[in-house]
């Protein structure tokens, strides 16, 4: 289901083009998922999350171009209106307008882990 998941949403928004710039919100099974396929398809990744602890696997492991902690407000606005797709894994209750406001214009938010109720 994983594999499922996070790939044919990808392939089903047109986000396996290479060169594109691509979020993943969350590095739990599916986030590191998806980084995998975004990355495989020559996109540039950035893995956006509350945890900065999870910067360093996310680079040395994963291979992302970037990670960026969204509760950082600053970091958050230097990346806004860059990203041509996001892919949200979390599974809870979570802010979804900052994550908005980093897509371009046409940008795609993919939610595959969305929560049970909404906020």
């Known amino acids: 289901m994983i594999l ?9 928004y047109r986000l396996e083009k290479p060169g594109l710039h691509i979020g993943v ?7 590191h998922v998806a980084v995998k396929f975004a ?7 950035i893995v956006i999350s509350t945890s900065a602890n999870k910067k ?6 994963l291979g992302i171009d970037s990670f960026l902690v969204s509760e950082n ?5 230097g990346v806004a209106r860059t990203l041509d797709g996001i892919i949200d894994t979390i599974s809870v209750v979570h802010p979804i307008v900052p994550l908005i406001s980093l ?17």
């Open 73 to 77: 407000e600053e970091k958050m606005q």
């Open 39 to 45: 990355k495989a398809f020559g996109s540039k990744v």
């Open 25 to 31: 919100v969350g590095l739990g099974g599916l986030g």
């Open 56 to 61: 360093k696997k996310a680079i040395e492991k």
């Open 103 to 119: 897509l371009k214009t046409d940008g795609k938010l993919i939610m595959v882990g969305a929560p049970e109720k909404a906020s």
């Open 4 to 12: 499922i998941t996070t790939y044919s949403s990808l392939k089903h």
